[in-house]
């Protein structure tokens, strides 16, 4: 069965730092790749997506993931945190032939410290 | 992408009752989805609601314990019964937007006690 890995449980940054989140998929096939934001109280919305073409994908807020194939897979990034990321990450994969077999990570809480 | 309306957003319920969560889309969707966060945990599919047929459950979820209607392409419930604590969690409903992904709704959190 296909299965997404988060390499942290949680992740504290103070605010300007980098972040790099983790995220491996075990499928051979072809795949689409998201990462989701929950923040505190609310619910889940889409910060990016790949589905083809560039692997480099930029979302919103300045974050950006880079699908490395052969590493099977797409790590979340931003040069600069602000203590407004302070959330729960999600990568979610959805392998072909797509539709509802869509399997999510474990998440990441990022807490950004002011 | 679509708007989805969830509710309630919360509630408390005894033990040995049941919920019925509501989901309406403002856009007709073929396929709506129901997962379950349980705390501090990460989304689980329970099952795919297709109007018009019998909706289709993932493993360790069946439709004695969420059976799941969809009247039409906008609506969809799911109904938690006889639940107890161990049902405490946060159920979303999603549907797959048009230019990709998933939106998800605000979500119900239900408290078993």
């Known amino acids: 069965a296909q299965s997404v890995s988060q390499h942290n449980h949680h992740v504290i940054l103070s605010e300007a730092a980098s972040l790099e989140l983790g995220c491996n998929y075990s499928y051979g096939g072809t795949v689409n790749l998201f990462w989701y934001v929950q923040y505190p109280g609310q619910h889940l919305q889409l910060l990016l997506k790949?589905?083809?073409?560039?692997?480099l994908v930029k979302g919103i807020k300045g974050f950006e993931a880079e699908f490395i194939k052969s590493k099977f897979s797409f790590n979340l990034r931003k040069p600069s945190v602000q203590w407004s990321d302070t959330a729960e990450y999600f990568c979610a994969v959805n392998p072909y032939p797509y539709g509802q077999n869509f399997v999510f990570g474990p998440g990441t809480r990022l807490s950004v410290l002011p | 992408s679509a708007v989805i309306s969830q509710k309630p957003s919360r509630d408390i319920c005894q033990r040995g009752t049941s919920l019925t969560i509501q989901c309406q889309v403002d856009?007709?969707?073929?396929?709506m989805f129901w997962y379950r966060q349980q705390p501090g945990q990460s989304l689980t599919l329970i099952a795919t609601?297709?109007?018009?047929?019998?909706?289709?459950?993932e493993s360790g979820f069946v439709i004695d314990k969420f059976p799941i209607s969809r009247p039409n392409l906008t609506f969809s419930t799911l109904t938690v019964s006889n639940m107890s604590p161990e049902d405490s969690s946060i159920y979303l409903c999603s549907v797959e937007g048009q230019a990709g992904g998933y939106t998800f709704g605000s979500g119900t959190r239900l408290t078993v006690v």
């Open positions: 790949y589905f083809s073409g560039d692997p």
């Open positions: 856009s007709q969707v073929t396929m």
């Open positions: 609601a297709n109007q018009g047929s019998e909706a289709t459950y």
